[in-house]
């Protein structure tokens, strides 16, 4: 393939489009054609709209789960294909991805997986539930295209260096080396003392960012700390640029310089709504290319994957 689609297309791209893809390079079928065209047809013709939408949406992001899954060196659908199948190039790309990811890759790529499951928990559930009357149809397309894709002769090995090649946590902002240690969402900050805590109000709750800011110019300069960025399901980007006032040590910024090749630790505090869901990131200020490091993700408020990390 000139492209993975699993890793770069849309989610509307049609799974079954890199079965074709993938066919069409291999000289021996590894899975009986008409299975394939018979599950798809069968599905084409007998189910609603709404319910092929679905379908394709599960299958898809299915099978990027999967990808993610095998480089992590998680159980996974493709994993399982190496004893039935023998080794090939795919894997081979996977299992060298794998080593060369680093522990903050790795964490977020985990947490990634771990949240695009749980939003598509309930579709997983009604499509390949017994009581679906088109279950197996669902299954033979998930199949036939994962194993059209582990069987791919060519793979795209830059997307999958592209893996290795991201930070997460850590990058240059402006003037200082800026990272996030830790990430920790919860209903109060943890000074210690109850006179600290920031009152707490009904339906929010606290993300505590532990980071640190490396002047890393010539002279003295002021690290401004940014805005919380929560990316939702649906696209919209909710930023939260005020922060809580935590009158103790270690917390807030201030108006305290940090002089050349010192590095600054310090925990700001956002307060966002307990119940929402979405991708929360943090963009440290005098960053005009608006340029954002993870923090976690959240379901229904709470971290999935990579909780207080």
């Known amino acids: 393939m000139k492209k993975f689609p699993l890793l770069l297309g849309p989610a509307s791209l049609f799974f079954i489009t890199v079965v074709a893809s993938a066919q069409s390079k291999t000289s021996e079928p590894y899975v009986p054609d008409e299975t394939c ?123 999958f260096r592209g893996l290795a090649s991201s930070s997460y946590r850590s990058g240059r902002f402006g003037h200082f080396r800026t990272a996030i240690n830790t990430c920790t969402v919860a209903k109060s900050v ?9 009152e707490r109000w009904q339906g929010s709750q606290f993300v505590v960012l532990d980071v640190s800011f490396k002047n890393e110019d010539t002279e003295g300069r002021l690290p401004f700390e940014g805005a919380l960025v929560i990316k939702q399901t649906d696209g919209k980007k909710l930023r939260y640029d005020s922060s809580e006032t935590i009158m103790a040590e270690g917390y807030g910024i201030g108006f305290k310089s940090v002089n050349p090749f010192i590095t600054m630790p310090t925990k700001l505090v956002f307060r966002i709504p307990d119940d929402i869901t979405g991708e929360v990131l943090w963009e440290p200020g005098r960053n005009p290319d608006g340029k954002k490091l993870w923090c976690t993700f959240l379901n229904n408020g709470s971290p999935v994957g990579s909780k207080a990390r």
């Open 37 to 159: 065209k018979t599950s798809m047809q069968t599905l084409t013709n007998n189910v609603s709209n709404e319910e092929k939408a679905d379908i394709e949406r599960m299958v898809t992001s299915g099978g990027i789960y999967s990808v993610f899954r095998l480089i992590l060196g998680r159980d996974s659908l493709l994993a399982d294909f190496r004893q039935e199948l023998g080794d090939s190039e795919f894997n081979r790309i996977a299992l060298e991805t794998h080593d060369a990811l680093d522990v903050e890759q790795k964490r977020y790529w985990s947490a990634y997986v771990d949240y695009k499951e749980a939003l598509d928990r309930d579709l997983r559930k009604k499509y390949l539930s017994k009581e679906y009357v088109y279950q197996q149809e669902v299954r033979s397309l998930i199949t036939c295209g994962l194993k059209a894709v582990y069987l791919d002769p060519d793979p795209d090995a830059a997307t």
């Open 190 to 198: 943890g000074t210690g003392s109850q006179y600290l805590e920031p």
